[in-house]
């Protein structure tokens, strides 16, 4: 089994399936579901191991990375360009307590 999601505008996923594990070679099976839905169908992976996170809706798939990445969440959030993922411009503290960004002052609060 495997997941696949469907690009609009901007490359925007839109809605993400199940569908058919492309172990069987029979057919392109992104192409397969992109022509069915007349959209572009990318695979994704739960693990990461295709296009670097597992889509959801709101992502962008970017084309230059071949990667899924989630919606910036905070205006000072950078994109780390490894993994694709945005990271504070301040690490969240390692103790074991639970933290809140605070974007208004870039900083963690313990929650």
Not at 6 to 26: H, Q, R, Y
Not at 44 to 68: C, H, L, Q
Request: proline share 5%.
């Amino acid at each position: 089994m495997a997941h696949y999601a469907f690009l609009g505008v901007n490359n925007i996923v839109t809605e993400v399936i199940v569908g058919k594990d492309e172990t069987d070679l029979s057919e392109d099976w992104e192409q397969f579901y992109g022509a069915i839905r007349n959209q572009v169908c990318k695979r994704t992976s739960y693990n990461g191991n295709i296009r670097k996170n597992y889509a959801g809706i709101g992502y962008t798939f970017d084309e230059v990375r071949d990667a899924f990445i989630a919606p910036q969440p905070f205006a000072s959030w950078v994109l780390n360009e490894q993994f694709c993922r945005w990271e504070a411009p301040v690490p969240m503290p390692t103790d074991g307590k639970w933290y809140i960004w605070g974007e208004d002052k870039k900083a963690w609060f313990e929650k």
